[in-house]
């Protein structure tokens, strides 16, 4: 089962430490570290790509008066880490221009289209570890362990190291999910659909 220590201890083992966690409360360096890390690793790799087992759609709130160049504002999804697109029935039709914009006291996000009660395609941020495919886990511990090696093992080598390996790992998980999608059906040419 996965858990935050469990993708610690794979981080550290990628490291060359023989140290394991319990916790990321317990005292010790190790477990120091990766409380300094481990969230800000999760959550940039949730952003990386469009994770299947994150996705959701969400219905937006409308809040506020848009700029003057778009017609509606809603209010950023709360857990949310990446707005993608908004969402459509026809998934044939092209896609429907967005922003995402600060709101004017620069306290909030907002979403700014010109799409009526719109819904939208987003990552969520999922925390909890069981949730996550194998591909996000072997992804997050090269991450966490890039952000580990310096710290831990003062080696620059080693994080780069890391980092190579957190790319070639990112490169299959995109791949791995996509091939988990059904993709776009392809578009009528416009001489079928009388638009030419």
């Not at 469990?6 to 990628?14: Q, R």
């Not at 908004?86 to 799409?115: C, G, H, K, M």
Request: aromatic share 8%; with cysteine; net charge negative.
């Amino acid at each position: 089962m996965t858990s935050v220590a469990a993708i610690c201890n794979l981080a550290l083992a990628d490291i060359g430490s023989t140290a394991t966690i319990t916790s990321l409360s317990e005292v010790s360096i190790e477990a120091k570290y990766c409380n300094i890390y481990y969230t800000a690793a999760r959550d940039s790799l949730l952003e990386e790509i469009e994770w299947p087992f994150a996705q959701r759609k969400v219905e937006l709130a409308s809040t506020g008066t848009p700029p003057p160049q778009w017609l509606y504002q809603y209010a950023y999804p709360n857990n949310t880490v990446a707005c993608h697109r908004i969402w459509q029935l026809d998934r044939q039709a092209a896609p429907l221009p967005f922003e995402i914009i600060v709101s004017d006291d620069l306290e909030a996000r907002r979403i700014v289209t010109d799409t009526a009660t719109a819904s939208v395609v987003v990552t969520s941020l999922v925390t909890l570890p069981t949730l996550y495919s194998p591909k996000f886990v072997e992804a997050l511990h090269f991450k966490l362990a890039a952000m580990l090696a310096m710290p831990i093992t003062k080696k620059r080598t080693m994080r780069s190291d890391m980092l190579e390996a957190y790319r070639a790992a990112l490169y299959s998980a995109a791949a791995s999910s996509r091939n988990q999608q059904v993709g776009e059906l392809p578009r009528d040419p416009d001489w079928i659909t009388g638009r030419g």
